[in-house]
Every structure is written in C-alpha cells, then in structure tokens.
C-alpha cells in the first residue's frame, strides 16, 4: 500500500518561499512509470495542478505557476518537495501530493491512484 505524507509550514509570510515535501511510503519514487504532482485547492476554488516530477528526475510544471515554482526529490529519503518563490495570499489552499500518470487536467486526477491527506498553507502577515 502505497502512502503519501505532506509536510510543511502552515503559515507563510507574503513575498516569502515556500516549500513542501511529500514523504512516500509502500512503494519507491524512481519506480518505472510513476510520476507525483503536487496539486492544491484555494478554499472555496477546485483543484489546480501545479507541477510533477518523473519516476526519471524529470520535472514539468503548470504554465501559470512555472516562473515560481519547482520539485526536487530526495531519493534516499524517498521524498519530493515543492518549491514556491514569492508567495502571495493566493497561494493560499490545501496542498496535496499525489501519484498518477503524466496527465495534468483536472478530469485527469481522477486517474491519480494515492493522494496525501492534505496540508493547509495559509499565506499571511
């Protein structure tokens, strides 16, 4: 069973980074075929694809958000982490992580097969 943990600061300041990282249990991240997308969900907003990175390294991110965005991994902790540049109270939300194929439409989270529980960011003064 493969599991996914968010974790991270619940309160960022404005013009700050941010970075999230998502702990995998159950199951490598450099196993053949698999990517894990950071996705979020602004309260009250659907969700919105951030960015993934490959079962390779490889990494491809939402156009709207890829001048302050990127993911690293650590594969010796089997962990991967967002990073967000210059936030600002609309990165607000509930960020998840989540493995699924290279598909990034919000039609296609329905094929995302584990998800993370979520964590609140709250972007503030």
């Known amino acids: 069973q493969v599991q996914l943990q968010e974790s991270g600061p619940g309160l960022v300041k404005p013009s700050q980074a941010l970075s999230l990282t998502c702990t995998v249990s159950?199951?490598?991240?450099?196993?053949?075929?698999?990517?894990w997308s950071w996705i979020r969900q602004p309260p009250g907003k659907g969700l919105e694809w951030i960015g993934y990175?490959?079962?390779?390294?490889?990494?491809y991110y939402s156009p709207s958000l890829k001048s302050r965005t990127s993911i690293s991994r650590d594969t010796s902790k089997n962990q991967f982490t967002l990073h967000v540049k210059s936030v600002t109270p609309e990165d607000t939300a509930v960020y998840y992580c989540a493995r699924g194929p290279p598909k990034t439409s919000v039609q296609a989270m329905s094929e995302y097969d584990y998800w993370g529980q979520g964590t609140q960011v709250t972007v503030s003064s």
């Open positions: 159950g199951g490598s991240i450099t196993t053949n075929g698999y990517y």
């Open positions: 990175i490959a079962y390779s390294g490889s990494t």
